[in-house]
């Protein structure tokens, strides 16, 4: 079955950094976007980043762009998030996300918290 798991979460200071990774598996991971979203408490989840299915087409959201990097290693399964220069306002659970035809599939989320 497919599984998404996030790891890399954690606290950190303004200005710090965080990279974020999310193991895919029980799917042709090559073959499909990937997605970061979070969500803070409170707020609507939000779609942070995009990646193309062999790492070529990025994009993101406007609060983020120039700071966050979001990459993919397709022998290793592996989906990465590379946070620099985090505010408070990142403070968030971040997930790993994909689309498979029909149905959507989460991680499970880590948690990041920014401190001022």
């Known amino acids: 079955q497919v599984q998404l798991v996030e790891s890399g979460g954690g606290s950190v200071q303004s200005g710090g950094s965080l990279r974020l990774s999310c193991a895919a598996s029980?799917?042709?991971?090559?073959?499909?976007?990937m997605r970061w979203y979070r969500q803070a408490p409170g707020k609507e989840r939000e779609l942070v980043a995009t990646?193309?299915?062999?790492?070529?087409?990025?994009n993101y959201a406007d609060s983020v762009k120039g700071r966050f990097t979001c990459s993919r290693d397709n022998a290793k399964n592996m989906l990465y998030l590379q946070m620099n220069s985090l505010r408070p306002e990142d403070t968030a659970a971040y997930y790993c996300?994909?689309?498979?035809?029909?149905?959507?599939?989460w991680g499970q989320g880590a948690q990041v918290t920014v401190s001022s």
């Open positions: 990646i193309g299915r062999v790492g070529t087409y990025n």
């Open positions: 029980g799917f042709t991971f090559s073959s499909f976007a």
């Open positions: 996300a994909t689309k498979i035809g029909l149905q959507d599939y």
